[in-house]
């Protein structure tokens, strides 16, 4: 059987279609980002603390989430030492990871210098300093709306007038939420006192109850729990707690009244999409952290709801429009809160 030879018109437009298919599947493993419309991102997430631990563990909800939708790949590490931060992240970036998520606070040189070496590496990153261009993002938990609303329950429900805070580190992102629930508290109820003390550490639930137990000795019938263990003394002594970050009233019914809570799903799926669209950059995603963009909100009272002062209540959903409504807005104090109690 003779077979014609092919036309070299033919021929040729084949190789060159060819070519251009080799050539973009060169590109779009050479620049991460490209190609990701289709197919799903690496993400890696590091984390200094447990899984368990409420602010690590809104991150690695988000992302859990993100996951389960089909949308991502994931990984992640907890527990990782300051000291040992620079070399995971540097081991997520070379094998081949599109958005590395975590928390630059203590190892903010390092992080940075990492993200300049991978400039195809998208990088989210907790941190109270700007972002860096062209790929380091950073976020925080811009939560002081629910926060203020929050304090304003605490100042309703205190019988001693006195309200024992218990926090990690005297930083910003702390600073900032303790402020907003001082004045919500003070709103609702200008008497009240507080005691202030910070535990050095981010989880340390033993300490943190510790120093819990102190406050309930001086007179404190309420307590902000800013951290793991405090809830556990407000239940131990009967006295009542409000939440930080996560809800925990399931677990603490007739201890937890109130809880400010975080939800970072707005800022991951931003940056997912921003990745997978091939178009992240450096900016700050912490707004994207606050009511009107449903990265936070005042949980729902539960098992306080018939136990809460009506006043209070109606007093509370009125602030929580005007903040939704843009007519009012929660001042940012990042400075160190101090006690006032005598």
């Not at 926060?147 to 926090?167: F, P």
């Not at 950059?281 to 912490?286: K, L, S």
Request: net charge positive; proline share 6%; with cysteine.
């Amino acid at each position: 059987m003779n077979t014609l030879p092919m036309n070299p018109v033919i021929l040729s437009r084949r190789r060159v279609m060819a070519l251009a298919t080799a050539m973009a599947g060169a590109c779009a493993l050479a620049v991460p980002g490209l190609t990701l419309a289709q197919t799903k991102p690496k993400v890696a997430g590091i984390y200094t603390v447990p899984f368990e631990q409420q602010w690590a563990g809104r991150i690695h909800k988000a992302l859990k989430a993100a996951e389960a939708r089909g949308e991502i790949e994931y990984k992640a590490s907890e527990n990782v030492a300051n000291a040992d931060y620079e070399r995971v992240m540097r081991e997520y970036a070379t094998a081949g990871s599109n958005l590395i998520v975590g928390e630059a606070f203590a190892v903010e040189t390092a992080a940075r210098k990492v993200a300049k070496d991978f400039p195809k590496v998208s990088f989210l990153m907790g941190s109270s300093a700007k972002p860096q261009a062209p790929n380091f993002s950073v976020f925080d938990n811009y939560i002081q709306e629910p926060a203020y609303l929050s304090g304003m329950v605490a100042g309703g429900m205190t019988k001693s007038n006195k309200i024992g805070m218990v926090g990690g580190f005297p930083i910003p992102e702390v600073n900032r939420l303790m402020h907003a629930f001082m004045a919500g508290a003070k709103e609702t109820n200008p008497k009240v006192e507080f005691t202030v003390s910070f535990i050095n550490s981010w989880f340390d639930p033993p300490k943190a109850k510790e120093a819990a137990f102190a406050m309930i000795d001086k007179g404190a019938d309420v307590l902000y729990a800013e951290r793991f263990g405090v809830s556990d003394a407000a239940k131990e002594k009967g006295k009542l707690a409000i939440g930080n970050v996560i809800n925990t009233q399931d677990k603490y019914p007739d201890t937890v009244v109130a809880s400010a809570l975080w939800n970072m799903e707005p800022s991951i799926d931003r940056a997912v999409k921003m990745v997978k669209d091939g178009k992240f950059a450096a900016e700050d995603y912490g707004p994207y952290s606050m009511m009107k963009h449903k990265g936070s909100e005042l949980a729902p009272l539960g098992t306080f709801a018939s136990k809460v002062p009506a006043d209070i209540v109606a007093k509370v959903k009125a602030k929580e429009a005007a903040i939704l409504g843009g007519k009012f807005s929660v001042k940012v104090d990042d400075t160190q809160p101090k006690s006032t109690a005598k």
